[in-house]
């Protein structure tokens, strides 16, 4: 089993930033990949970024490309998602997942999953 609790969501102005963290216990963390997806109400959770085992691969989905960057820390057991230039589209609550080989963006092929964390862009 592995245990991820997500924090640093919030409220923030457009073009504002936020960092979210990703904590992890339990199986050894760096023979997981890590994901964040996001899900806004009524729409279905949907990938936004993704980083290999050793972090030497990253994966985002095109809206986010140049705005987000994701980063892991295995000596911390945590992984990253720093996000700029926010705007109202990116509102949504974030879950980080880990999968021991995922394809990046299929939600179903991660194992573990966090409770979430909201964040919201005001206009």
């Known amino acids: 089993q592995v245990q991820l609790v997500e924090s640093g969501g919030g409220l923030v102005q457009a073009g504002g930033s936020l960092r979210l963290s990703c904590a992890a216990s339990g199986r050894t963390f760096s023979n ?3 994901g964040w997806f ?3 109400p009524g729409r279905e959770r949907k990938a936004v970024a993704a980083i290999s085992w ?3 691969s990253t994966y985002y989905v095109d809206s986010v ?20 230039s926010l705007t109202p589209e990116d509102t949504a609550v974030y879950y ?3 999968g021991q080989r995922p394809r990046w963006d299929l939600n179903y092929e991660y194992d573990y999953w966090g ?7 005001s206009s």
């Open 38 to 40: 996001r899900q806004a």
């Open 115 to 121: 409770q979430g964390t909201q964040v919201t862009v």
């Open 54 to 56: 050793s972090g030497g």
């Open 96 to 98: 980080c997942a880990a």
């Open 32 to 34: 997981y990949y890590m």
């Open 65 to 84: 490309k140049g705005r987000f960057t994701i980063s892991r820390d295995n000596a911390k057991n945590t992984v990253y998602l720093q996000m700029n």
